[in-house]
C-alpha cells in the first residue's frame, strides 16, 4: 500500500513546484557580500519577481559592528531564513552559512553546534526580522 499517494502524482509536483515558485518570488535572485552592498551608494537587490529591494544602511553598519572582518567577507546578503515544516517542524527555521550562522548567533546570544546550521524558533526570528528587515529574507523549501 502507497504511503503518500502524492509522491507519485505528477500533477500533484507541479502544482507543488509552482506554489514554491509564487512564495519565493519575492526572494532575491543572487545574494551579493557584505562589502559589494556595503560600498554601494543605494543598495538594491533585484528580485526574482523583477523588482527591487533597498538594503537599509543602518542594517549594514550594524552587522559591520557586530562581525570581524574575516566574516564580513564571507557574509552574503540577503541571509536566507529557511522555512520547511514538513523537515524542521512547525516554528523552526534554519539559517545556512559560516557567516550567516555567526552573526545570527551573535544577535542572538545564542551558542552554534554546527558552524554552518543554525536552527532559531518563532521568537527568535521576530527578533530578528525586527533588528534586520531589509537584510534577510524567508525562503520556503519542499
Known amino acids: 500500500?502507497?504511503?503518500?499517494?502524492?509522491?507519485?502524482?505528477?500533477?500533484?509536483?507541479?502544482?507543488?513546484?509552482?506554489?514554491?515558485?509564487?512564495?519565493?518570488s519575492?526572494?532575491?535572485?543572487?545574494?551579493k557580500y557584505f562589502y559589494e552592498l556595503f560600498n554601494e551608494k543605494n543598495p538594491t537587490i533585484k528580485l526574482?519577481?523583477?523588482?527591487?529591494?533597498?538594503?537599509?544602511?543602518e542594517e549594514l553598519e550594524l552587522i559591520k559592528n557586530i562581525m570581524p572582518n574575516n566574516y564580513l567577507k564571507l557574509l552574503k546578503i540577503p541571509i536566507l531564513i529557511e522555512v520547511n515544516p514538513d523537515a524542521y517542524g512547525s516554528g523552526v527555521y534554519k539559517i545556512?552559512?559560516?557567516?550567516?550562522?555567526?552573526?545570527?548567533?551573535?544577535?542572538?546570544?545564542k551558542e552554534l553546534i554546527k558552524k554552518d546550521e543554525l536552527f532559531i524558533y518563532r521568537?527568535?526570528?521576530?527578533?530578528?526580522?525586527?533588528?534586520?528587515?531589509?537584510?534577510?529574507?524567508?525562503?520556503?523549501?519542499?
Open 1 to 24: 500500500m502507497k504511503e503518500n499517494v502524492r509522491d507519485d502524482d505528477p500533477i500533484y509536483k507541479i502544482l507543488e513546484r509552482k506554489l514554491m515558485e509564487l512564495l519565493n
Open 123 to 142: 521568537h527568535e526570528l521576530r527578533q530578528i526580522r525586527k533588528l534586520l528587515p531589509t537584510t534577510t529574507q524567508y525562503i520556503f523549501i519542499i
Open 96 to 109: 545556512s552559512g559560516i557567516a550567516e550562522c555567526y552573526l545570527i548567533s551573535k544577535i542572538l546570544k
Open 26 to 31: 519575492g526572494t532575491a535572485i543572487t545574494r
Open 48 to 57: 526574482r519577481d523583477g523588482s527591487e529591494v533597498e538594503i537599509d544602511k
